[in-house]
């Protein structure tokens, strides 16, 4: 099981384009506009796995990022988040996977504040069986916003083997809120697990305020 309070002795032999970084409002290439991203009505999430470190779940669904397009692979959650924004920590961050038809890797992150439970993050933790994976029918038709703000930069894979050319869209308007006890059940389940913010290396960081 992957050790979140040993990440110095994670196995590594990467380059310079780590994530999870602290992003800033400020000293960015800045977009007057909303990120270019669009998705399906509905993900559908069929298979829910274990794997140990956090709750793990397969499904379909296609998405249209930056003029691109991208097919669903996973999601998974991080407690609390590992991008930071301006120094500040949420307590919660999804990962949504995609891959396009040429094998290119788009991670969305949602950035989630507390307040009203999620039904389908509920769904979710009613479903979840201990070192098993079991059959699931959960649809994630409004975790991504219609109009999104946030970031957009080239990174890595947040666990080993930590692969690089990994592109991230880090949404940070989601309308979907959790709530305080499902972020502690996350908590008690699996302990944190999130991955230290890494060296930015003087890469470029567009952020998209639409102001």
């Not at 992003?23 to 800045?30: G, K, R, Y």
């Not at 397969?58 to 120094?87: K, S, Y």
Request: charged share 15%; aromatic share 10%; net charge negative.
């Amino acid at each position: 099981m992957l050790n979140y309070n040993d990440q110095k002795n994670w196995p590594n032999n990467f380059g310079n384009l780590q994530s999870p970084i602290n992003l800033s409002t400020n000293d960015n290439q800045a977009f007057n506009d909303f990120l270019p991203i669009n998705v399906d009505d509905f993900y559908q999430l069929n298979n829910e796995i274990d794997d140990q470190t956090t709750i793990r779940l397969t499904g379909m669904g296609n998405a249209t990022i930056f003029n691109r397009e991208f097919a669903f692979q996973q999601v998974h959650f991080h407690t609390p988040a590992e991008h930071l924004v301006d120094n500040q920590q949420a307590p919660f961050e999804i990962h949504l996977v995609h891959k396009d038809n040429i094998g290119q890797t788009v991670v969305v992150a949602l950035l989630l504040k507390i307040g009203n439970a999620n039904s389908a993050i509920q769904e979710i933790i009613n479903n979840f069986k201990v070192g098993a994976e079991n059959n699931v029918s959960i649809k994630l038709s409004e975790w991504v916003p219609n109009l999104a703000k946030g970031f957009h930069y080239a990174g890595s894979l947040t666990t080993p083997p930590l692969t690089e050319n990994v592109e991230w869209v880090v949404i940070t308007n989601p309308e979907i809120t959790v709530s305080q006890n499902q972020v502690n059940w996350f908590m008690q389940q699996f302990g944190g697990n999130n991955r230290e913010c890494q060296p930015l290396n003087e890469r470029n960081i567009e952020y998209y305020a639409n102001k």
